[in-house]
């Protein structure tokens, strides 16, 4: 689907929330858009290998991170997510394995790269409602990212009127 969420913001701007301007590109789409999943960890990225062998068609999946200086994303959780049509990933965190993630075809958006993974055991909690980059996000509501930025909705504004 091809959107530009500028002309999201312009049509709807009473409708989306935008997400602080901290985010990288690091995968191998540049844009994304779909229901998000909403998921909480504590360094451990066990729970998120788990949601990301799901099915993910139409789906992002948003990660918040009560994380030090460690990765939760690497090139090895970016081929679960291709393997399992997730559209994209959006990690307030860290990620690794840049060489690598860059040729995977799913979006993934972080604030920046870090070597070292979390040795650390914990659970992490989903579909819980998120806060970070001044934005709440919700499971349920709607994900669009793209060169421009990334923006949270509600509903899916594109299904009665695509922006093209």
Same mark, same amino acid.
């Given at each position: 689907? %091809? ?34 999943? %909403? ?73 920046? %790269? ?51």
């Amino acid at each position: 689907m %091809t959107f530009d969420t500028a002309d999201i913001c312009d049509e709807h701007h009473d409708d989306v929330q935008v997400l602080a301007p901290h985010f990288n590109s690091y995968g191998g789409l540049d844009h994304c858009c779909g229901e998000i999943v %909403t998921i909480k960890l504590d360094e451990d990225n066990t729970d998120l290998i788990t949601l990301l062998k799901e099915n993910g068609k139409g789906k992002v999946a948003v990660v918040d991170v009560s994380a030090s200086y460690v990765a939760v994303v690497g090139d090895k959780l970016m081929g679960f997510a291709k393997e399992n049509e997730w559209n994209g990933i959006i990690v307030n965190g860290y990620i690794r394995d840049t060489k690598n993630t860059c040729k995977i075809d799913v979006a993934l958006f972080a604030l920046n %790269t870090c070597p070292k993974k979390s040795r650390k055991i914990s659970a992490g909690l989903r579909n819980i409602e998120l806060e970070f980059g001044d934005v709440t996000f919700r499971a349920g509501e709607y994900l669009y990212a793209d060169d421009h930025g990334i923006i949270v909705a509600e509903k899916d504004l594109l299904s009665t009127h695509p922006i093209i």
